[in-house]
């Protein structure tokens, strides 16, 4: 039996997925198990164990239906099909036994803002302006300007690079396309196409036992339908920037709330939305009300997008960022749900975005790269919300060497964005590109998994010319080194997920309150849990008031302080965050260093703690970790 499945979707009085740990598996890049340098579900299955060693709960993976591949597989042309490199459906039947069979579940990437061009409905709709589904997606007749020319229905720039419409010869109109012209959007404002969606795209695989899904681009269904050009903010471009247009748009609540009810509801299905150019917590907050019953949680994208240029002309352009920025973004998706009934998500790492560790942490040492892996780990497993990891995250996989080319790049954004710099001619632009893609640029996370020290990092057999290069350093980081080294970055994220789950009044459901805001070495807060301490005999009577005990210093708290520096710092005054009273101690519950002998170490009155080492992080208690749970 599945140990995470309650009738009722509830564990104990909250949802099971709230202290549930996902973790993403990118298909092509985890393991491939036949030999074609492509990874597949066969070999996603191979390593079912590892993941439940690590302490997943639930396995997110990434597009495998069919596809042309023009964005790898976010270009679905057949929804009941897998993509033959991948595997078979029959393979997924056999990935969701064997999740189940662990006390895991399996979701899906839902991929339904757009389809492939070679999708059966889109192949329909351009085929004459009187089929049935024409109006399942987006045309648009064309626009002339003062010289005759024919020119797009707006001004709107995509995601990749260039125009959001292309020229369909046959029926004589423009479609729209947010992302690659390969990938048409669908026309939400159909109901017949909408009901198409969830029979053909949720309800199907819902029925084969997955659990749920992470669902791409969803504010994104809903455009303001007027379409108009969008203001001039690049005047060296035709084409602008328009997120307004289509994010948030007028019917987005509706839509959603359709889907849950006739999709997702009726199956107890867990989702989760990428919500991108939403970044005010009024804007996300009607998302996940569990009032209104739209989505379970949502992925919010401001801190793991510091850096970037922005979405459009510059995003490549890096922006350096500093300590107190990244603190400030924390804080506020930290404390937005306090008080409501919404919830939020914990994540650093996905298929989009540059490695952690390269981005957030240090590289430049094999020992600062250790020491600033296990902190981010800290870092992440004690924030409140539920957490997601990204495949390679938990053996501190860094971005591609700098010295790779161009060349080494296959990402459709990637290449477009460098093509566009390219095409103008600025060397100064093409430089900076190039230097923000080595940073930034989605195909860091994509390069094969390493898994040990053998040839293509034992992701393909000795001799297959694998669909990315394998990272130069496989050597030194690897699944199976760190696996057999106990005080490896991989041991730690089992450590802390541990924790997580045992104290998760405190790291999972536990407010969240910044310290030193400015400090641009030290990352430092407290969480307070709901639970109450057990009143000290000499302690005025509470009469069992869990207010009236946390007011009198109870309230079980947790202080986590972590050095996101090169240098020595000094710590935070531990027992005066915490709340200690004159007679209270304050313990030490996890350290990164000395990762076996962390646990227990103590604070009384006039005890200041050490300093902390480069990248080094700690968690205090306010209480004695064996005997209060």
């Known amino acids: 039996m599945n140990s995470l499945h309650y009738e009722n ?15 993403q598996v990118y298909p092509a890049s985890f393991r491939d198990s036949n030999g074609d340098g492509w990874g597949d579900i066969p070999g996603l299955i191979s390593k079912i164990g590892y993941l439940h060693e690590l302490g997943v709960d639930v396995v997110w993976l990434s597009p495998v239906f069919e596809s042309p591949q023009a964005d790898m597989g976010y270009d679905v042309s057949d929804y009941q099909k897998i993509y033959a490199p991948y595997g078979t459906v029959d393979d997924v039947d056999a990935l969701i036994e064997v999740c189940h069979a662990r006390g895991m579940k399996l979701i899906l990437d839902l991929v339904v803002n757009h389809t492939s061009v070679e999708h059966a409905w889109f192949q329909e709709s351009r085929s004459s302006k009187t089929n049935p589904k024409r109006d399942w997606y987006i045309w648009k007749p064309a626009r002339y300007d003062t010289k005759g020319q024919r020119i797009p229905p707006t001004n709107w720039r995509g995601y ?29 404002e ?22 749920g899904f992470r669902i791409d681009t969803v504010n994104k269904y809903s455009k303001r339908t007027e379409y108009v050009d969008a203001p001039i903010t690049d005047p060296n ?21 359709e889907m849950r009810v006739k999709a997702l509801a009726p199956y107890g299905a867990v989702s989760v939305g990428e919500l991108s150019n939403t970044p005010h917590p009024h804007q996300v907050l009607p998302y996940v009300s569990a009032a209104a019953e739209e989505l379970d949680m949502v992925f919010e994208f401001s801190m793991i997008r510091l850096g970037t240029g922005g979405m459009f002309g ?77 495949q390679g995250q938990e053996i501190g996989m860094t971005n591609m060497p700098a010295s790779w080319d161009i060349s080494e790049y296959k990402d459709v954004e990637s290449l477009n964005f460098y093509s566009e710099a390219l095409a103008s001619g600025d060397k100064t632009r093409i430089a900076k590109t190039m230097a923000g893609l080595r940073i930034l640029a989605r195909d860091h996370s994509r390069i094969p998994f390493q898994w040990d020290d053998s040839p293509n990092a034992g992701f393909a057999a000795e001799g297959v010319k694998t669909w ?51 400090n641009e070495f030290i990352f430092a807060y407290v969480k307070e849990s709901d639970s109450t301490l057990p009143a000290p005999a000499t302690e005025p009577h509470t009469n069992g008031n869990a207010e009236a005990s946390k007011q009198n210093g109870n309230a079980k708290r947790a202080v986590v302080v972590m050095n996101f520096s090169r240098g020595t710092q000094d710590c935070v005054d531990v027992r005066s965050v915490i709340g200690c009273n004159d007679g209270d101690v304050a313990r030490l519950l996890v350290s990164t260093r000395n990762m076996g002998n962390s646990k227990g170490s103590t604070l009384g009155k006039g005890d200041q703690p050490s300093a902390l080492e480069p990248w080094e992080g700690r968690v205090y208690v306010n209480f004695d970790p064996d005997h209060v749970a």
């Open 9 to 23: 979707g509830c564990l104990g009085k909250e949802p099971w997925w709230k202290e549930a740990t996902f973790y």
């Open 160 to 188: 990749f690079a260039g125009p959001t419409w292309t020229w369909d010869e046959h029926t004589q109109e423009y479609f729209l396309h947010l992302y690659a012209p390969e990938q048409p959007d669908l026309n939400w």
């Open 190 to 211: 159909s109901e017949a196409c909408r009901e198409a969606i969830y029979e053909n795209t949720m309800r199907f695989w819902l029925n084969r036992g997955v659990d």
């Open 237 to 257: 471009s035709p084409h602008q920037p328009a997120p307004e247009m289509w994010c948030n748009g007028p019917r987005i609540h509706e839509f959603i709330r």
């Open 314 to 390: 510059p995003k490549y352009h890096y922006v350096p960022f500093t300590l107190p920025q990244l603190k400030a973004i924390v804080s506020k998706w930290q404390t937005f749900i306090e008080g409501t009934d919404g919830w939020t998500t914990v994540f650093c790492e996905n298929h989009d975005n540059g490695r952690a560790v390269s981005r957030f942490g240090d590289c430049s040492s094999p020992a600062l790269w250790a020491a600033s892996a296990k902190c981010l780990a800290l870092w992440q497993a004690t924030l409140t919300g539920t957490l997601f990891l990204y």
């Open 468 to 518: 990315m290069r394998v990272h130069d350093g496989y050597r030194n980081v690897n699944a199976a080194a760190q696996r057999a080294d106990p005080e490896s970055v991989f041991h730690f994220y089992r450590k802390m997920l541990r924790l997580r789950k045992e104290y998760k009044d405190l790291f999972v459901f536990g407010t969240f309150r910044l310290l030193e805001a400015e």
